[in-house]
Each structure stands twice: as C-alpha cells, then as structure tokens.
C-alpha cells in the first residue's frame, strides 16, 4: 500500500508537464483529479502532455493521434467526475486542437458556468475565438484575465 501511494507521489512531483498550458511556463495543480478512482483523467493528461512534445517537434500527425487519444479519456473522467473545471478545460484543449472547436466552446463554456474565474479556461477560449475570427469575443475573455496578474493574460494580449 506505501509503494502505490510513493509511486502516486512520486507521479505528481516529479512529472515536469501537469499542464495543458501554451508554453507559458505555469503549472496547474491536477493533484486533487489524481488518484486511483482517477486513471482516464491520468491517461488523458499524459496524452495531452505527449502531443504536446510531438506539437513541439513538428510531428503534427503523432500529436492529433494523441490530443485524440486525449479526448476519449478525458470524457470517460467527463463522465465519471462531472462538474471539474479543470477536465472540462483540458478536454476543450484536447478537442480544440485535433479541429473541432464547436465541442471544445462547448466544454470551455459549460466550465466557465462553473468557475467563471478560471484562468486556463479563459485564455483558451479567447484563443479559439480568435482562431474562430470572434476577436470581440476574445477580448471579453482577455477582460475576464485583467486582473489575474498572469502569463494567461499576456499571452492572450498577444495574440489579440
């Protein structure tokens, strides 16, 4: 029992990539959407993470392959732990990036109606507006970030 909670610990701190984030450089904290009854959130955030690297790399055929594979886990967790801000921002992310950003608005929104405030959520549906030709939307979202003092904002003011 000390070896899986060790192994689990060591999962958290030592993974250098728990977030869906643009390069910023900023972590979230999944921690508390880690654990055993979590294992689709876990495969899910461990594809994004991968498609993430192979983006990075150019191997854009790898990375849909993975932000696909992202996007069943993530809504099997969907499902399993509904309501979380955080699943239904990655897996807005996830849906964004292999193209269909109808469903990843969809996502974005129903975590916005959650936590109104959410940062992640914010910068990137004000991205797939702009990717969407909805720059005054876009600039909604970049309100919402004024006051957060974060590299979301500043990202997303440089995008806009």
């Not at 921002?89 to 109808?102: I, K, T």
């Not at 797939?128 to 004024?146: D, F, G, H, P, W």
């Amino acid at each position: 029992m000390l070896k899986k909670y060790l192994l689990l610990l060591l999962f958290i701190f030592y993974n250098p990539a728990f977030s869906a984030g643009t390069g910023s450089g900023g972590k979230e904290d999944y921690s508390h959407l880690i654990g055993k009854k979590q294992a689709n959130f876990k495969t899910g955030l461990i594809a994004i993470n991968k498609a993430k690297k192979y983006t990075k790399k150019g191997k854009i055929k790898k990375a849909e392959e993975k932000f696909n594979k992202a996007v069943k886990f993530l809504t099997l967790a969907n499902d399993e732990n509904p309501l979380q801000p955080d699943i239904l921002n990655l897996l807005g992310f996830a849906l964004r990036n292999v193209g269909d950003y109808p469903m990843a608005e969809i996502y974005y929104l129903q975590g916005l109606e959650i936590e109104p405030s959410h940062v992640g959520i914010n910068e990137y549906l004000g991205e797939l507006y702009i990717k969407t030709n909805r720059i005054s939307l876009a600039e909604e979202r970049l309100k919402v970030l004024e006051t957060c003092k974060c590299q979301e904002f500043k990202d997303l003011k440089t995008l806009i």
